[in-house]
Nanobody, 124 residues
């Protein structure tokens, strides 16, 4: 089992920045690809970003490319999502996710493990 706990959400004005953190515990963090998803109000959950356990090439949804950056610190068992130039349409509950296979995060969107989510609200 892997436990994931997100933090860093909150209320920010459009154009502002937030950094989300996801602390992992349980199994060996460095064996897992990590990712972020979000669920806007009244919409389905959608992929945001993911990266492999090696910290190689990250992958992003088109809607966040150039504004969001995913990173990880295996020594701290933590993955981050730096969000810049935030827009009202970025308002959502953001979820951290983990899976041994990057594909299940990036393509299938069916990771084995999910965090509980953290709310991000961007005001106009």
């Amino acid at each position: 089992q892997v436990q994931l706990v997100e933090s860093g959400g909150g209320l920010v004005q459009a154009g502002g920045s937030l950094r989300l953190s996801c602390a992992a515990s349980g199994r060996t963090f460095s064996n897992y690809a990590m990712g972020w998803f979000r669920q806007p109000p009244s919409k389905e959950r959608e992929f945001v970003a993911a990266m492999s356990w090696t910290g190689g090439t990250p992958y992003y949804a088109d809607s966040v490319k150039g504004r969001f950056t995913i990173s990880r610190d295996n020594a701290k068992n933590t993955v981050y999502l730096q969000m810049n130039s935030l827009k009202p349409e970025d308002t959502a509950v953001y979820y951290c996710a983990a899976d041994p296979q990057l594909r299940r995060l990036r393509v299938n969107h069916t990771p084995d493990y999910w965090g509980q989510g953290t709310q991000v609200t961007v005001s106009s």
